[in-house]
């Protein structure tokens, strides 16, 4: 294990480490001209589905910050094509061709077999575990069972998600259906990911925030917990010890029930203090935010200063610092090396 690996897998099982490892929700993207100059070679989907090209954007990030962790370049609507969901990805945002809203429906998806019906994915990892050369560990991702539907039933992007409250509160058996063979998916997935070499996973559950804390627990812990239990279950994380990061997009009214996911790391996004995180949910799973993705828009100064106000808050214990979600397309890379800089400066004061 090298040196960063072991600084980053001791913060996600809130071991103590010299200084706060630092790593990017969404690592590849437009805020990079070296993802631009390749993304104008191929679409979104192309990029996704092309090994080569997947490894190349991934090691971009670690190349020129010199993050942590990697994150695999992917999607993570990436298996609803492989379930019998057909996506398109304009820059709009993702489309659904025909959205998933009866029974009839659901019952005709199936659970797909990554190494069957998603090999580019599982290639990409090993040719980026191979461009890596053991300098930082691998996190491969996955969509949570809720957001996986929201976008399977809303055919993309929602303000009210209509559609799928209607299935969640209407028709829940529909919904539970759904969200079993979600689940499924996602933890199949995950699990084969790891096979390919990946050392981390996370969960995203980025529209697990749109539901009351009651139905929190009925549809997107639920189902996030039962991926978690399937993981822990198989021969591959338990020989490996894998650490799973869950990430809820809108988690504080949620925090009293979120520590129960069994995931090891919690993702906190910008709207709550870290510091209040930590003592809704206790001292038995590290944390990982939460800068607001907009801060980067401030003066180095000011990155500087939040730097050091969220690092102040979350404690030198079973911290990873991270963006409270995605980096926004404007961002100046700049002011991203900014913020890098503050943290390992900042931590190794502490």
Known sequence: MTATEHLFLRACRRQPVPRTPIWMMRQAGRYLPAYRAVRAKASFLDLCRTPELAAEVTLQPIDEFGFDAAILFSDILITLPA???????????????????????????????????????????RQIKKGLADRVPLIGFAGAPLTMLTYAVEGGGSKDYAHTKKLLYGAPQDAHALLDKLA????????????????????????????????????????????????????????KSVPIIYFVNG????????????????????????????????????????????????????????????????????????????????????????????????????
């Open 184 to 239: 499924r998916t996602c933890a199949t997935f995950l699990e084969a990911q790891v096979e390919a070499g990946a050392d981390a996973v996370q969960i995203f559950d980025s529209w697990g925030g749109i539901v009351s804390p009651g139905d929190f627990r009925e549809y997107p812990l639920r189902y996030a917990k039962r991926v978690i239990e399937m993981l822990r279950a198989s021969p591959t994380f338990k020989a």
């Open 251 to 350: 988690c504080a009214p949620y925090l009293d029930d979120y520590a129960s996911s069994g995931a090891d790391v919690l993702g906190v996004d910008w709207r709550v203090g870290i510091d209040e995180v930590r003592r809704r949910v206790g001292d038995g799973v590290a944390l990982q935010g939460n800068l607001d993705p907009g801060a980067l828009f401030a003066p180095p100064a000011e990155i500087r200063a939040r730097v050091a106000d969220i690092l102040a808050r979350a404690g030198a214990v079973g911290h990873i610092f991270n963006l409270g979600h995605g980096v926004l397309p404007e961002t100046d890379p700049e002011h991203v090396r900014a913020m890098v800089t503050a943290v390992r400066e900042l931590s190794a004061q502490a």
């Open 83 to 125: 379930m019998g969901i057909d996506v398109a990805f304009p820059e709009a945002g993702p489309k659904i061709g025909k959205p998933v809203r009866s029974r009839a429906e659901i019952d005709a998806l199936h659970v797909p077999d990554p190494t069957r019906e998603l090999p580019y994915t599982l290639e990409a990892i």
